[in-house]
């Protein structure tokens, strides 16, 4: 999203909405939409008609169902289908053929994206069936009873057919996955699919034999096929089903294209093209479709005067839907050529700006699509077409779905001056604001919609200098909008800035939105760090990464601030009458303080701290309204005072921790404290055994689990409380009986969403029993283990027990909590006692078997996924075998369990850190040498993360792995060896330091810029779990990690050493950065410079962010050019790579003082670190963009090839003939709103009359001409096309200008009798009579 390097079509199109394969067609799409059967214009309503699932519909592309589709294509062939005669109607007549595109893959991958929708919408009925469960429990059991069997009905319906769609969808991806081979013979689709009798000319000798495809002639079967489109006088279903079978043989072989005769195929595509029947003429456009190869070909197609034609097609009604929609393919499989644009018509991209004016045009979007994609590729022409206003209103209006698409189009465009020179400054993307500022034509859709496209536009570079010129005026009128008192309009408004500046809400931020006080979520004790438990991170202690995106946030922060945001916001808190969104923005308040705070320097945040009119109106007594300002204050101070305490515990105001730091001081946090109801007395306990309903119930379901979590964790931490609950009450024995698998009771329960809790209090009354010498005595005598152990050995091969439905099954594992054994066996594994009680029981021996079958890979999952290996015993060794004797996909997954334990350390509570890891970095280590490469990668990218730690670092290091074999996959974890003087040492006994940087230097720094811009654009996409409450038996959250951090740089690298430091010295690499920034820095024009000087930039950013490689910045004096970039280039996207860079250079000490000195100043920790958030103290000289001179479509010079009509017309009318000049005239007074129905109504009069001037071929030429050079509406276009005769476009194509109207009536006498059949429907109605009557 920060770089505008991406490629066009992945930038104006990746965000388009694709629609299910299995929705039915609805009436108001478009005919481009359908997967179904062609209908004639014109057939009855109450005719047999079926329609298909529809295909993916308006999709770029780049994201089509269909890989193998060809250019330009967007759904199914054209086929039609029998309709029933009628008398009196033409429709009788039409026997239509199937349109069938999409090939055999095609079809397999929409069935299976159905079955992926069908188990997405599954998902959903089954969180809704748990979401209603939850609900139910907690009223009275008598009630709902009747209601819960129901709901529980359903759930177990909707598990079912969740198994069975997975089942599915993992047949169709295997079958999809396999080589299959054509079962199509050749004579089942040459050339008569509709039964109609072929003429003799057609009949070879091998159309009627059974040849298979591997065996047929290419260059015959198109002879064949061609030979048979020359039959004269034949129904359009026969042309059709001729041109499908053209299509398919084009498609069984791809590279016969390349060796048509145009003489001969153009001739029969003209003849096609220039038919009555829409069918036949739809057909005509897709041959040609499928004929297109390269450059050349489509000047063939163009001399074929194909221009004309897709001109007439387009300005068609909508009866012609079939016809526009494959004359719409055709001209975008132009754009997939390369250099295929310099061949698009300027009067065609007119025609289709003229469609996409029309708001109810079912072709509509695809318009869009297709103009904002001429956009990316040849400005010019769109600019010189007026193909610009369509794309601005579809913006300012709001009707488009997806407006984002089309302002990152313009976003592309506004990053160099050579494009932005097409757009006006200051409008293209000013006008998405439009829904926001006009307060009278709000509309909540639009408004959201439009909202979206300016989060885009506001996370890029181009759209947020752009936006931010006229002294910040469409921000300013944004953040000025909150005045307007339209609580949408608001609420639309606090969204943005919540998503803007990247805050998540804390944990208690619903409940306090709904009204809850803060006081019950104020105690720390309370509040749950948000950050994930499940792995626990490096405690970096060398200096974080730098964090680009908080960094980015800091300027959008002191934007927003210089915008007024806060006394807009102070104003709504104040003015508002809807409670939630009073809280809603107060919250959002002391979110901005707290952030400015951190990531801000300390000159924009300490004024803002003051709120200094909020004080003002408090503090006016005499007025009423100083009780509300009084209000908003408390409240303001009770929510900072909330998130201070949510807050990690070594995290004070204007101090940013790493993101490690954050997570390690979360554990920490989350050590176990001292619980105070561990020591209770008697009556409390006793009371507490009472409440907890085990005494009172046999029923578990009947039981309150909190007041038992609660026993658990408090008196039973204690022995003498132990004791008494096992001999004293039933409480441990019903407990403990509960959990027995044989008992049928814990084991038979469905896996839900709700009952994990079970599951919790089982793992918590393991742990719990393990801490005192009862517990453990209990446990070991209890049945409990000896059941789960018997349960193992069910699945054991070698124990000699089986069952004919095993507990631990597969379908027990998914459906029932059967799985919950496993994180009890963990817990277990965690601790010494436990593992003597596995040995005992043999369960370790039992899994050993397992793993040695490899029959059950969902057993051997669980098992390790649950498994503590804290410990030195059992546990590793089956680590260790998993990950050498495993399958692949085993090695991986027992590769991902080392993730946590290869990178924990423990922060005790005097600061020390201490690390267990070294055997899980030895085993990590053996993985380097797997032969699966992927089984390599995943411990490469585990070791690359345990290298943030020094100490790991330097002990991955002592293990000398051997990474050569590995190539660019071991590459990122032999720069981390950099960092240290070991690896450093190491590395060089290698020859690897000399080598990789020459390679750097010549090459691989340019790369690093393609590099760090795709990843800043994954970070700045806002990535939401797609299912938050999903369960998983499997930890498979370990894969999915988000590898979004900044790509390791090898400068920086080197820069941390003082070895490294000296070679860079003697190599003098750092000179030639700093004088390429010198001598290019402020060119504009070359691409290849820019990048170069790009990775230039962040070559000297990573040395300058080293206090080692800091004195090169200034031995250099390169900082200065490098403000300079970020403050006056013309190439947004390289002011803002120096905006980073400059960030970069101000974690330094010495770096930050450099920038001090021009104007730049960052937030430092109380220590004085550098967090290295670097922004102007002067906004407007960063975002100094001045207005430029927009290009006038008039002056805009078309090359011939984008010409239709090469000669311009005259200035002055000059035609002999009165009436045809006074068509000409009437022409011009069309685009004149004040003559336009005069205008009209004389051309209807002269319709009337017949003057001979619409049988001229020449005065239509002219015509075509005007429609070619001006602006015309595309009713308007529909009403000129249609007042010529039809016969005049044939002599157009043909070349036979003749300007009188006897040339006109002999050249019609002179077409041949084959295209008086094709094309006129009078013909075809006398000959599809005369095939009646004889079939009769």
Not at 47 to 68: D, F, Q
Not at 941 to 968: M, Q, T
Not at 1237 to 1263: C, D, I, S, W, Y
Request: proline content about 5%.
């Amino acid at each position: 999203m920060l770089s505008t390097s991406a490629t066009p079509t992945q930038k104006s199109l990746a965000n388009q909405p694709s629609h299910s394969v299995a929705s039915p067609v609805a009436a108001s799409r478009p005919s481009l939409d359908r997967d179904g059967s062609l209908q004639p214009p014109n057939a009855p309503a109450g005719g047999p008609r079926t329609m298909a699932p529809a295909a993916s519909s308006l999709a770029p592309r780049g994201l089509s169902l269909n890989p193998s589709q060809p250019p330009g294509s967007f759904s199914s062939d054209l086929r039609s289908q029998t309709m029933q005669s009628r008398a009196g109607s033409r429709a009788d007549l039409y026997i239509h053929e199937k349109i069938d595109e999409d090939d055999e893959t095609s079809i397999a991958e929409n069935i299976l994206n159905a079955l992926k929708d069908s188990l997405v919408r599954e998902l959903k009925i089954k969180e809704g069936s748990e979401n209603m469960l939850e609900a139910l429990n907690a009223k009275k059991a008598k009630q709902t009873k009747e209601q819960r069997q129901r709901v529980e009905a359903e759930l177990t319906a909707s598990n079912t057919r969740i198994k069975e769609l997975k089942q599915r969808i993992t047949d169709a991806q295997r079958s999809k996955a396999a080589p299959s081979t054509p079962t199509r013979s050749r004579n089942e689709g040459l050339l008569l699919n509709s039964g109609l009798r072929s003429p003799p000319s057609a009949s070879r000798s091998g159309a009627g034999s059974d040849v298979d495809d591997a065996t047929e002639s290419p260059t015959f079967a198109l002879a064949e096929i061609l030979q048979a489109l020359e039959a004269e006088g034949m129904t359009p279903e026969y042309y059709v089903a001729g041109a499908n079978n053209l299509v398919d043989l084009f498609k069984r072989h791809p590279t016969l294209k390349y060796d048509l005769v145009w003489s001969v195929f153009g001739d029969r595509m003209q003849v096609m093209l220039l038919s009555g029947s829409r069918e036949v003429v739809a057909a005509g456009y897709r041959m040609l479709r499928y004929a297109i190869s390269d450059v050349a070909s489509l000047k063939k197609i163009r001399a074929l005067n194909t221009d004309f034609m897709v001109v007439v097609s387009l300005a068609k009604d909508r009866k012609a839907d079939v016809e526009r929609e494959q004359a719409l393919k055709f001209v975008r499989a132009f754009l997939d050529v390369k250099d295929g644009v310099r061949e698009v018509s300027r009067a065609v991209v007119r025609t289709i700006a003229a469609v996409a004016e029309q708001v109810e045009d079912r072709l509509r979007p695809i318009c869009i699509e297709t103009l904002a994609e001429i956009l990316l590729r040849d400005p010019a022409l769109l600019v010189a077409s007026g193909g610009l206003v369509p794309l601005s209103e579809t913006l300012a209006e709001g009707t488009y779905k997806s407006p984002e698409s089309l302002s990152s189009a313009f976003l592309y465009l506004l990053d160099a001056p050579h494009t932005r020179k097409y757009l006006r400054a200051g409008y293209e993307l000013e006008v998405l604001f439009t829904a926001f500022t006009d307060a009278l034509f709000t509309y909540e859709g639009v408004v959201k919609q439009n909202s979206k496209a300016i989060a885009s536009a506001l996370k890029s570079w181009s759209g947020l200098m752009t936006l931010s010129m006229y002294n910040f005026r469409a921000i300013g009128s944004l953040i000025s909008s909150l005045m307007l008192p339209s609580p949408t309009l608001r609420d639309t408004v606090i969204d943005l800035l919540y998503s803007l500046l990247r805050i998540k809400p804390p944990a208690w931020a619903t409940s306090y939105l709904a009204g809850r006080r803060l006081t019950t979520y104020g105690r720390v004790t309370t509040l749950k760090t948000s950050t994930s438990s499940k792995e626990e991170t490096v405690y970096d202690d060398d200096g974080s990464e730098q964090n680009f995106v908080e960094h980015y946030t800091a300027l959008l922060l002191a934007i927003f601030i210089k915008a007024g945001m806060m006394p807009n916001l102070l104003q709504v808190a104040q003015d508002t009458d809807d409670p939630t969104l009073k809280r809603k923005t107060t919250l959002l308040i002391g979110e901005t303080l707290k952030l400015a705070s951190r990531i801000l320097p300390s000159s924009w945040s300490s004024e803002l701290q003051l709120l200094p009119e909020l004080f003002a109106a408090a503090s006016q007594f005499e007025n009423e309204a100083h009780f509300n300002a009084t209000g908003i204050v408390y409240q303001i101070s009770s929510v900072s005072r909330t998130l201070y305490r949510s807050s990690p515990s070594g995290y004070a105001a204007g101090y940013l921790p790493s993101s490690s730091m954050l997570e390690n001081m979360g554990h920490a946090e989350e050590a176990p404290k001292a619980n105070a109801l561990v020591n209770t007395d008697d009556a409390t306990f006793r009371q507490l055994l009472i409440d907890s309903g085990v005494l009172g119930h046999s029923n578990p379901s009947k039981w309150n689990w909190d007041v038992v979590l609660k026993i658990i964790e408090g008196p039973l931490m204690n022995g003498k409380r132990v004791e008494e609950a096992i001999k004293a009450s039933k409480f441990a024995k019903r407990l403990v009986g509960f959990y027995r698998p044989f008992k049928f009771k814990f084991a038979e329960i469905k896996n839900t969403r709700n009952t994990q809790k079970y599951i919790r209090v089982g793992c918590a009354l393991i742990h719990t029993l393990l801490q005192t010498a009862e517990g453990i005595k209990y446990l070991a005598d209890n049945k409990l283990l000896r059941q789960i152990a018997e349960c193992l050995a069910q699945c054991d091969p070698t124990s000699g027990l089986t069952a004919q439905y095993p507990m631990f099954s597969r379908d027990r594992l998914t459906d029932t909590l059967c799985c919950g054994y496993f994180p009890m066996l963990g817990v277990l594994s965690g601790d010494p006692k436990g593992l003597q009680m596995l040995e005992r029981w043999r369960i370790f021996n039992m899994m050993y078997h397992i793993l040695d079958f490899k029959q059950r890979p969902d057993l051997i999952k669980l098992l390790l996924a649950h498994l503590d290996y804290s410990l030195q015993g059992h546990p590793r060794v089956l680590l260790s075998k998993a990950l050498t004797a495993g399958t692949k996909e085993m090695r991986i997954h027992a590769t991902n369990m080392l993730r946590k334990y290869a990178t924990r350390q423990r922060v005790t509570s005097t600061g020390q850190i201490i690390s267990d890891s070294k055997w899980a970095i030895q085993l990590l280590v053996t993985q380097l040498y797997d032969p699966e490469v992927e089984v390599c990668a995943t411990a490469v990218k585990i070791l690359e993360k345990a290298c943030n730690s020094k100490a790991l670092l330097e002990y991955i290091v002592e293990c000398r792995p051997a990474l050569d074999h590995l190539g660019e996959i071991g590459a990122p974890l032999l720069l981390r060896f950099l960092s240290t003087s070991i690896g450093y040492h190491y590395l060089d006994g290698l020859d690897y330091i000399s080598n990789e940087m020459d390679d750097w230097f010549l090459g691989r720094n340019d790369n690093y810029v393609s590099l760090i811009e795709a990843s800043l654009a994954r970070s700045f996409i806002d990535t939401q779990e797609d299912q938050p409450h999903r369960l998983s038996i499997y930890e498979d959250d370990l894969d999915t990690d988000q590898d979004n951090h900044v790509p390791p740089h090898f400068y920086r690298e080197l820069s941390r050493t003082k070895e490294g430091c000296k070679l860079l010295e003697d190599k003098g690499h750092f000179e030639e950065f700093a004088s390429t920034i010198r001598e290019y820095g402020m060119q504009s024009e070359d691409a290849e410079l820019i990048t170069k000087v790009k990775g230039c930039l962040w070559a000297v950013g990573n040395v300058g962010s080293m206090e080692l490689g800091a004195p090169f910045l200034e031995s250099t004096d390169v900082v200065g050019h490098i403000v300079k970039i970020a403050e006056s280039h013309d190439v947004m996207s390289l002011r803002g790579t120096a905006f980073f860079v400059l960030g970069l250079i101000s974690r330094s000490t010495h770096g930050l003082e450099i920038l001090s000195e021009h104007g730049w100043e960052t937030n430092t920790t109380p220590l004085g670190i550098s967090l290295g958030l670097c922004v102007p103290t002067d906004l407007s000289k960063f975002f100094s963009c001045k207005p430029w001179k927009h290009e006038i479509p008039a002056n805009i010079v078309l090359p011939d090839t984008q010409k239709t009509i090469v000669e311009p017309p005259p200035v002055e009318i000059q035609e002999e003939d009165e009436t045809n000049r006074r068509i000409l005239e009437l022409m011009t007074e069309l685009g004149n709103m004040v003559l336009y129905k005069k205008a009209k109504a004389e051309l209807f009069q002269l319709r009337h009359k017949k003057v001979p001037g619409f049988r001229h071929p020449a005065l239509f030429r002219k015509v075509l001409s005007l429609l070619e050079r001006h602006h015309y509406r595309l009713p308007d276009r529909h009403l000129v096309i249609e007042l010529f005769d039809k016969s005049v476009l044939r002599h157009i194509v043909y070349g036979e200008d003749s300007s009188d109207e006897s040339g006109g009536s002999s050249g019609d006498e002179q077409r041949t009798e084959r295209q008086r059949s094709v094309s006129d429907p009078s013909e075809m109605e006398k000959i599809a009579a005369r095939t009646q009557k004889s079939s009769i």
